[in-house]
């Protein structure tokens, strides 16, 4: 159609000058990020409502229902405990409330599996609810996030209870624990957001997300006393395994819910990182997420 098209009124003016008046845009434009912005805030009605229903879909079939959320962390804490602590004892001498130590691990490291995996997830498990309904699809990741930090928040005063009964005290350094929980998040939902969009294209990788998870938990020192990497590693490829992300997030919980443990480096230096990585993680998620939004659900 030319650009000198007539609009209803009858006056000769372009489609562009129309559109501007009437508040138009193309359907295919993508929006600036500041706009995308506001279109989340806009929908977050919508996320918390989808939230919802998908933790009562996934619970409402069960008799034990919502308990889930903290059961499933404990009975993983109970058999890494049996099988690492009892039967391995790779705990030996480096760590004297091992439970302690092993359930922050697996309690922190499970909230961004979980996250994870959801988020690879959350677009192609979708393409009906995107294809029917206009929002912006940034939405599903982090109602992924939503979910499963409310189940971490469930599940953080089980952990506490456990703190708590294997003798620890409660310090001012708990005043910690929200920071951390806040920078995980972040971190989390970048990781969310960077795979929901990996894996609406590359549909193969929901498959070696497994594996991948695996390998990055026996390298967070979830299972076994830190100082196992301290006492074996050497130069960059310590310095590799020290700035991986779950390892300092882990580290940092354990520093604030516990007493005499033993870091992989000065609580400074995690905090610098952890920062650090929750602020780069989430950018770049978010960005790259944004960058695909037009093509979600197509083809």
């Known amino acids: 159609m030319p650009q000198t098209a007539v609009a209803d009124s009858g006056t000769g003016i372009s489609l562009k000058e129309f559109a501007a008046r009437h508040g138009l845009h193309s359907a295919a434009a993508l929006p600036s990020l500041p706009a995308y912005l506001r279109e989340i805030w806009a929908y977050r009605h919508f996320i918390r ?15 034990l229902g919502t308990i889930w959320q903290v059961l499933t962390p404990i009975l993983n804490a109970a058999v890494y405990y049996v099988i690492f602590g009892v039967l391995l ?18 309690f922190l490291f499970g909230f961004t599996q ?37 189940n971490m928040v469930a599940s953080m005063s089980v952990l506490i209870i456990i703190v708590l009964a294997t003798g620890e005290p409660i310090t001012l350094e708990w005043l910690f624990v929200l920071p951390i ?6 971190f989390n939902c970048g990781l969310a957001l960077f795979g929901a969009r990996l894996g609406s294209k590359l549909t193969d990788i929901r498959q070696l997300v497994p594996f ?30 020290e700035a991986n992300p779950m390892l300092v997030y882990i580290e940092l919980m354990r520093h604030s819910l516990m007493e005499n443990v033993k870091l992989a ?7 610098i990182e952890a920062i650090a990585w ?22």
Request: proline share 4%; net charge positive; with cysteine.
């Open 49 to 63: 409502a989808y939230s919802g229903a998908r933790i009562t879909s996934t619970f409402g079939q069960t008799r």
């Open 114 to 150: 979980v996250v994870v995996s959801g988020g690879i997830n959350s677009v192609h498990a979708n393409l009906g609810l995107i294809r029917a309904l206009h929002f912006p699809r940034a939405a599903l990741p982090i109602s992924i996030v939503a979910i499963e930090l409310r």
């Open 212 to 241: 991948f998870i695996r390998v990055w938990m026996y390298g967070s020192a979830v299972l076994y006393p830190v100082q196992r990497f301290t006492d074996h590693l050497h130069g960059w490829k310590l310095a590799l395994v």
């Open 278 to 299: 929750a602020t780069v993680m989430f950018s770049v998620g978010f960005i790259y997420f944004w960058r695909g939004e037009k093509g979600y659900g197509r083809g």
């Open 265 to 271: 480096s000065p609580p400074t230096q995690l905090w």
């Open 89 to 106: 004892n790779t705990k030996g001498g480096d760590v004297s409330n091992f439970i302690a130590y092993l359930c922050t691990g697996v």
């Open 181 to 186: 929980l806040l920078c995980l998040s972040l």
